[in-house]
Each structure stands twice: as C-alpha cells, then as structure tokens.
C-alpha cells in the first residue's frame, strides 16, 4: 500500500531550516520562500516547530523586512511581493506575538500602494513586471493582516478577469496562455476580494479539471504540458474554491462529500512518484527533491485527503499514517493558522497615509 514516508520528510525539513547545501545558493534572493515551505511543509505533517527555531526565523525574517515596507527576498535586498507573502505566511504558521510584531502593517501598506499600478494590476517590485502573481501576493497579505482599504484594489476584479482567456483559464497578463500557477493566483485573489463571480466559472472549471492526466492521475500546468507533482496544489487546490464559488451561484448538482476531481488518484502519484526515499518530494520520477515540491506535493496531497472542514469526508489512501493536516485552499496554511492571524490583526486597524481600512471595499 502507498506509504508516506514521514520520518524522512520531517529529517529532510528539520535539517533544511538549519542548513542548506552550496546547491541553494540560486536561492538567495528567495530565503522567505524556503522559511514558508518548510514551516507549511512541517505542519501539514503534525510536526511542532521547536520554540528556538521558530524565533531565530521571526529574526531573520525581520532582517528581510525594508525600511520601506514590504518584505525582501534576503537581508539587504529590495522589497518584493513574492517574498512578502512568503514571509507573512510563515509568520502566519508561527503565530506568536513575535512572529505577529515582525510585521510592519502601515509600512506593508505603503509599499502596497507603491506597487499598485493604474488599471488595477501590480508589478512585483518597484520598477518591476506586471502578472497575476502580484495580484495574489497582495490580496493575500492585506488580508491577512487587516490593511485592505477602499481604494487598495481599485479595479483588481476587472483586471484579473481580462486574464482569463478562451481556454477557460486565466494568464500570467491579459492574452497570454492558461497556466495552473496563475490560474490559482487569479482564482484565489477574486475569492479574496469576494469578487470571484466575474469569472466564467464553469469555463475555468472544464479548463482545470481536464489537466488532471488519465495515466499519472497528476496534473499538468499547461495544455499539452508533463504532469508535475507542483500542480497537486496550484491545479487541484482550485477544485475547493470553484466548489464554493458555484455553491454560492445556487448550484444544486456539487456534490457534498467529495471535490470535482479524482482524489485517490492524485494521492496515488504523489505517494508513488513523487517521493525521495530520502526525504523530500519532487516534480516526477527522475527529477531532484527540492523545499518547493515538497511543499506543493504535501499540499496538494492534503487538498485531496480533505474535503471541507469536516472529517467525515476524508479520503486517505493507504494507512492512516499517511493523513496530512487540512490545509486553507485560498493562503495555503491551516486553516487555524488563518483564523488565529485574522483574529489578531481585525483588533488593530491602520490608518497611515491613506485611508481607513475597510473589511466590505467596493472593489467593483
């Protein structure tokens, strides 16, 4: 039966918040990013981070932080969305007051707004590219934190669904290809925006759900594209929030007990293929471990071991040793972890240079 090899998973992630071979030097300018994929990674798999640990990563991640807002992709840098979400994530699964005070919120809200861009999109950087990425990265901190004002996503919605192109799914830019990452992005910012009604729901339902492949029972992240265990989140982790999308649209024909894609046999590849006996998981067979995969094989496992919030619905292949921890199909970490960060921060209110937050903007 398909195992999930927990201890070596854990060895692997337990050893990667401490030390990094040569081989990460590419990394450099993503050192958040490998703070969020180990923390999510540990969690989804019941593992406590030891309290030491987890205050030297609210350290570091403090030095990340620039003095003008935002978060960078290493201490010295510039300040970038991807990093910035990927930080606030992992400050977010911390979850204590330290990891909670590392966070600049009217700052973080400067630098939002020195990002935004006049048709409703966002460049990752000062200076920087425009695609849907930015869109979520932004989304997902403000919320989070509680900065969303009236004007911070000013014609967003109308922007994303020009995104969303003939295929079904939505492009990194208005008129490009449909591809998994940024149709998550894209998908995930209008749920948080509660703007996710402008899309062509069942375009972009037939869309996703025709990349899981029949042989691998993986998904791939383009039309005419290889399986990737990556896409076990970005492609699938989409099922969830369509299903509540059409929910909300009256639709009676969802089914209550189960998402609208194979679970089992995206379990099934993950468990088979994508697992290094070493510890860590990976893109196929053949393919190297790296922190990233083994975040999204993790999550996109989860995502297909659970369906709502509800036990009663779980489907796990194999033995019960291999159940993960549910996680948020919208932020992607647990769900108690969203709702701990959303209490903490709906207590304080930031008013800065702009204006009062707003917890209902007109985002039309």
Not at 293 to 312: D, N, P, R, V
């Amino acid at each position: 039966r398909p195992t999930l090899q927990r201890q070596q998973h854990y060895s692997y992630l337990k050893r990667g918040l401490r030390y990094l071979s040569d081989a990460y030097e590419c990394l450099d300018a993503s050192r958040p990013w490998l703070c969020y994929w180990i923390l999510h990674s540990l969690e989804l798999l019941d593992e406590t981070v030891p309290a030491s640990i987890a205050s030297d990563v609210c350290k570091f991640l403090a030095r990340c932080q620039s003095p003008t807002g935002g978060f960078a992709g290493g201490p010295g840098q510039h300040a970038h969305l991807a990093p910035t979400y990927a930080a606030v994530n992992a400050l977010c699964i911390i979850g204590t007051e330290e990891a909670y005070d590392v966070i600049d919120r009217p700052k973080l809200l400067d630098f939002l707004y020195s990002v935004k861009q006049p048709d409703g999109s966002f460049v990752m950087h000062v200076g920087g590219e425009v695609d849907v990425r930015s869109a979520y990265c932004a989304a997902s901190v403000a919320s989070l934190t509680n900065i969303i004002t009236t004007t911070l996503f000013e014609g967003t919605p109308n922007w994303i669904i020009r995104c969303q192109n003939w295929e079904g799914g939505i492009g990194g830019v208005p008129g490009l290809e449909a591809h998994g990452g940024y149709t998550f992005c894209g998908m995930a910012a209008m749920v948080i925006l509660q703007k996710e009604h402008m899309l062509d729901l069942k375009s972009l339902l037939h869309w996703v759900t025709s990349r899981q492949m029949r042989f691998e029972g993986g998904f791939q992240g383009r039309c005419n594209k290889l399986v990737d265990g990556c896409y076990s989140f970005w492609q699938a982790g989409l099922l969830p929030l369509l299903h509540r999308a059409l929910f909300k649209e009256g639709d009676t024909t969802l089914s209550m007990t189960s998402w609208m894609f194979e679970q089992q046999a995206l379990q099934e590849y993950i468990l088979l293929c994508c697992q290094n006996p070493a510890g860590g998981l990976l893109d196929k067979p053949g393919k190297s471990r790296d922190f990233y995969h083994t975040c999204y094989c993790l999550s996109g496992l989860s995502i297909a071991q659970h369906f709502g919030g509800s036990e009663m619905h779980e489907l796990i292949l194999g033995n019960e040793e291999n159940r993960l921890a549910p996680t948020h199909p919208v932020y992607n970490i647990c769900p108690e972890k969203v709702a701990q960060a959303v209490q903490h921060f709906h207590q304080m209110s930031v008013t800065g240079k702009r204006e009062t937050p707003s917890n209902t903007p007109n985002l039309s």
